[in-house]
């Protein structure tokens, strides 16, 4: 058999159930290429804000049961202070701009401007 024959085999013909899972996997990618809900993105954020928030709580602890009687290691206070701030900020900026209330239709676009 010549090689320039051996590539013009032709495909097997698939059976109905190979066709189904090519089908249930295309429907598949598409649904992977969707963008991901709003409240997905909003538990994701609160997840990190939680987490900044926790760590700056957790650094405060140290500082006050490790370093506290010999004022040793006085980073770690206003360290501990920012990380424990900026979930609130954050929380308050979330909330102040208005994206977690979706159900409100915006405001219609002025004429001529």
């Not at 909330?95 to 209330?101: I, K, T, W």
């Amino acid at each position: 058999m010549e090689p320039a024959a051996a590539g013009t085999r032709k495909p097997l013909p698939q059976p109905p159930a190979a066709l189904a899972r090519d089908r249930a996997g295309a429907v598949a990618a598409a649904a992977a290429t969707r963008p991901a809900p709003a409240w997905a993105s909003t538990s994701l954020l609160a997840a990190g804000l939680v987490a900044v928030g926790l760590g700056g709580v957790a650094l405060l602890v140290w500082w006050a049961v490790a370093f506290h009687r010999a004022n040793a290691r006085l980073w770690m206070v206003p360290a501990g202070l920012v990380l424990l701030g900026t979930p609130l900020v954050a929380w308050l900026s979330v909330f102040a701009s208005g994206p977690c209330d979706r159900s409100r239709a915006p405001p219609p676009a002025a004429l001529g401007a």
